[in-house]
């Protein structure tokens, strides 16, 4: 093979920092436009999914909003891909931001595990060892003072 055959033998390989196609810039924006659509939906069922309930008092609409979140995102990164990669690194970082923040909008209502943790932390530090009494039990050292259980209202309290 000569060099010209050569040459037009490669000629359909990516050149590494060229787009391989030119960029639709209608395209573009409309797939930054769903996919901003899509993030901001997702925050919005996180938000909601996370001040609704927990899993004790209304486990069918954390499900929900569970299936939910998760589909949107999938549709999300389905649509940033279509992306041009600098736009899509800023709305990824930015998304990731959202649903973070949204999630920290409640305290966690799942579990009640947080409150045990800080308990046992206040023990130990009084110099009581934590496995020695349950929290709940009436006897417990440092229970009036550390608190046993959850706030009321709190999901998981008494459990």
Request: with cysteine; glycine share 8%; net charge positive.
């Amino acid at each position: 093979m000569n060099d010209t055959a050569a040459t037009r033998h490669r000629s359909h390989l990516r050149t590494p920092g060229r787009p391989s196609a030119p960029v639709d810039r209608k395209a573009a924006r409309v797939g930054v436009l769903v996919t901003a659509v899509l993030l901001t939906a997702l925050t919005a069922v996180v938000l909601a999914t996370v001040r609704a309930g927990d899993n004790h008092s209304n486990p069918g609409r954390l499900l929900t909003g569970y299936t939910v979140a998760w589909a949107l995102f999938v549709a999300a990164v389905r649509a940033v891909r279509k992306v041009p990669t600098r736009v899509a690194t800023g709305l990824v970082l930015t998304g990731a931001a959202a649903v973070a923040l949204a999630a920290l909008a409640t305290p966690p209502r799942t579990s009640n595990d947080m409150f045990r943790y800080a308990w046992d932390g206040r023990v130990q530090a009084a110099g009581i060892s934590p496995y020695a009494h349950p929290p709940a039990a009436p006897n417990s050292p440092g229970c009036a003072t550390t608190g046993c259980s959850p706030p009321e209202g709190r999901a998981g309290a008494g459990d």
